[in-house]
C-alpha cells in the first residue's frame, strides 16, 4: 500500500536559523497537504500541492512538490518560536489521503 | 462557514467500559468524514472514514467501528475498552480529496 515517509522525525534549531522537512511517498501522489499540529492541539491545514513542480509561499514558508510527484518539501526561513509543533505531510487521490509520519520542530531560543 | 464539533474533551475510562465518541459538522453537505488516532508524540493513524451515510470503510482491525447516521454525524464506539484504546482521537471532515482537512479539536482518551 502508499507509505508516506517524512524527515527527520526530530530537528531542533535556533531561533532565526532555518528549517526544512522532506516528504517521500512510494507511489506518485495526485496531490500533496502539508498540516500543523501545535503541541496539546489538532492539525491544521497549511496548504495544498497539486501540480508538478508547484513551488507555493506562505510568508517564511516555502512548499514544493516534486516534478515526479513523490516528493514534496517545506521549508521555514528564519524560524520563530511560534514555527513550533509538528508538521505533516499528507497525499494521496482517493477518497483518503495517507499522513506522513511527521516531523517535530523545538525552536531554542 | 463550516465548523466542525468534536467531544468530550477528555476522558478517562476503565478497561472494559464502552465508548462513544461523536462528531458533528455545521454548514456544509456530504462531507467526507474521518476517524484518526493518535498516540503520544506520534503519527496519525487512520481508522475510519466514510463518504455517505452508512457509508463506512474502515483501515485497521480492532475493537473499534463506526457509524455515520445522519450526514453530518459521525460516531466512534466500543464496546470493550482495551489499555491500548488510550490515544488522542481526531475527526475530521473534507469536501474531497481534493481539498483540505478540517480537524476537530480531539478527545484524549485514557484507559485505565
Known amino acids: 500500500g502508499q507509505q508516506v515517509m517524512q524527515i527527520p522525525q526530530y530537528q531542533h534549531v535556533q531561533e532565526g536559523e532555518d528549517f526544512t522537512t522532506y516528504c517521500n511517498s512510494s507511489?506518485?501522489?495526485?496531490?500533496i497537504q502539508w498540516y500543523k499540529q501545535r503541541p496539546g492541539g489538532h492539525p491544521v491545514f497549511l496548504i495544498q500541492?497539486?501540480?508538478?513542480?508547484e513551488v507555493k509561499k506562505q510568508k517564511r514558508l516555502t512548499f514544493q512538490f516534486g516534478e515526479a510527484k513523490k516528493n514534496s518539501s517545506l521549508h521555514i526561513t528564519a524560524t520563530q518560536t511560534t514555527d513550533v509543533g509538528t508538521y505533516f505531510c499528507?497525499?494521496?487521490?482517493?477518497?483518503?489521503?495517507?499522513f506522513g509520519t511527521g516531523t517535530r520542530l523545538t525552536i531554542i531560543p | 462557514s463550516q465548523t466542525i464539533h468534536q467531544w468530550p474533551a477528555t476522558l478517562v475510562q476503565p478497561v472494559g467500559s464502552p465508548l462513544s465518541l461523536e462528531c458533528t459538522v455545521e454548514?456544509?453537505?456530504?462531507?467526507?468524514l474521518y476517524w484518526y488516532r493518535q498516540a503520544a508524540g506520534r503519527g496519525l493513524q487512520l481508522l475510519f472514514y466514510?463518504?455517505?451515510?452508512?457509508?463506512i470503510s474502515s483501515e485497521v482491525p480492532q475493537n473499534l467501528s463506526a457509524s455515520r447516521p445522519q450526514d453530518r454525524q459521525f460516531i466512534l464506539s466500543s464496546k470493550k475498552l482495551l489499555l491500548s484504546d488510550s490515544g488522542f482521537y481526531l475527526c475530521?471532515?473534507?469536501?474531497?480529496?481534493?481539498?483540505?482537512?478540517?480537524f476537530g479539536s480531539g478527545t484524549r482518551l485514557t484507559v485505565v
Open positions: 475530521a471532515w473534507s469536501a474531497g480529496t481534493n481539498y483540505g482537512y478540517t
Open positions: 507511489t506518485t501522489l495526485s496531490n
Open positions: 500541492l497539486v501540480k508538478s513542480g
Open positions: 499528507m497525499g494521496g487521490g482517493n477518497e483518503k489521503l495517507t
Open positions: 454548514g456544509t453537505s456530504n462531507p467526507n
Open positions: 466514510s463518504v455517505g451515510i452508512g457509508q
